[in-house]
T-cell receptor
Framework: NAGVMQNPRHLVRRRGQEARLRCSPMKGHSHVYWYRQLPEEGLKFMVY????????ESGMPKERFSAEFPKEGPSILRIQQVVRGDSAAYFC???????????FGPGTRLTVL | GESVGLHLPTLSVQEGDNSIINCAYSNSASDYFIWYKQESGKGPQFIIDIRSNMDKRQGQRVTVLLNKTVKHLSLQIAATQPGDSAVYFC????????????FGAGTRLAVHP
């Protein structure tokens, strides 16, 4: 039973480019969460999605960031016009129900040059 | 603001000793708490959880204690092993909120042979 998968594991972008991060939840999980982690810090909640719906995006910057979880395919976190401050590890987690244990993926490490 | 936890201190222990990692939280409305272990380059891994109607829960070699009076959470690891070396995070979930987790900054545990 495969766990949460994220790709790419490492992503390098120049300032102004777009970054697309993908997350495939565990089989049978329909709830996805995105978190951001800066070095030597804890994870910060960004957004919570169910299939085709954004449930809570209170942690996501209003500009340049968007997330989706389509009916088919992985969840996508999209960052437009990246800046150096976007450099971080981005983790995806999934759960079976909205109140269940969250299982985390290995993360995508974004570096903005 | 709402926050959990610590700046990132380091706890150094000898192999075989017991370890105690502490966490302070500030949200009295939180109803669920989790401890995660994060190894370098990996995503957080669930260790143990506890609900707010309990004050102690035991797992294999780990015990979580919850003191709601002083808003304090601790993780005890018995007979610490080199494989326990990692960063440990506590996280809380607000009652009535969605399943988003609020993480502390973490504690680095270094186990010496």
């Amino acid at each position: 039973n495969a766990g949460v998968m994220q790709n790419p594991r490492h992503l390098v972008r120049r300032r102004g480019q777009e970054a697309r991060l993908r997350c495939s939840p565990m089989k049978g999980h329909s709830h996805v969460y995105w978190y951001r982690q800066l070095p030597e810090e804890g994870l910060k909640f960004m957004v919570y999605l169910q299939k085709e719906n954004i449930i809570d995006e209170s942690g996501m910057p209003k500009e340049r960031f968007s997330a989706e979880f389509p009916k088919e395919g992985p969840s996508i976190l999209r960052i437009q016009q990246v800046v150096r401050g976007d450099s971080a590890a981005y983790f995806c987690a999934s759960s079976q129900q909205g109140n269940n244990e969250q299982f985390f993926g290995p993360g995508t490490r974004l570096t903005v040059l | 603001g709402e926050s959990v936890g610590l700046h990132l201190p380091t706890l150094s222990v000898q192999e075989g000793d017991n370890s105690i990692i502490n966490c302070a939280y500030s949200n009295s409305a939180s109803d669920y708490f989790i401890w995660y272990k994060q190894e370098s380059g990996k995503g957080p891994q669930f260790i143990i959880d506890i609900r707010s109607n309990m004050d102690k829960r035991q797992g294999q070699r780990v015990t979580v204690l919850l003191n709601k009076t002083v808003k304090h959470l601790s993780l005890q690891i018995a007979a610490t092993q080199p494989g326990d070396s990692a960063v440990y995070f506590c996280a809380e979930r607000l009652s009535g909120g969605y399943n988003k987790l609020i993480f502390g900054a973490g504690t680095r545990l270094a186990v010496h042979p």
